[in-house]
Nanobody, 124 residues
Framework: QVQLVESGGGLVQAGGSLRLSCAAS????????MGWFRQAPGQEREFVAA????????YYTDSVKGRFTISRDNAKNTVYVQMNSLKPEDTAVYYC?????????????????WGQGTQVTVSS
């Protein structure tokens, strides 16, 4: 089992920044690819970003490219997403997830473990 706990969400004005953290426990963190997803009210949960376990390569959905940066600190068992130039359409509950997939998991079913989510609200 892997337990994931997100933090860092909140209310921010458009154009502002937030950094979300996700602390993992239970298994060897470096053995997992990590991802961030988000879910807005009435919407499906969607992929935001992922970081591979093998070489730390990163991948983003088009709408956040150039604004969000995913990173991981294996010594701290933590994955981050730095979110800059936030827009009202970024408002959602953000979830981190862990996958043993060796490639780049970008689909919900490729992730075995999920956090409880943290709310991000961007005001216009």
């Amino acid at each position: 089992q892997v337990q994931l706990v997100e933090s860092g969400g909140g209310l921010v004005q458009a154009g502002g920044s937030l950094r979300l953290s996700c602390a993992a426990s239970g298994r060897t963190f470096s053995n997992y690819a990590m991802g961030w997803f988000r879910q807005a009210p009435g919407q499906e949960r969607e992929f935001v970003a992922a970081i591979r376990r093998s070489d730390g390569s990163t991948y983003y959905t088009d709408s956040v490219k150039g604004r969000f940066t995913i990173s991981r600190d294996n010594a701290k068992n933590t994955v981050y997403v730095q979110m800059n130039s936030l827009k009202p359409e970024d408002t959602a509950v953000y979830y981190c997830a862990a996958s043993r997939f060796y490639g780049t998991p970008m689909r919900k079913y490729e992730y075995e473990y999920w956090g409880q989510g943290t709310q991000v609200t961007v005001s216009s």
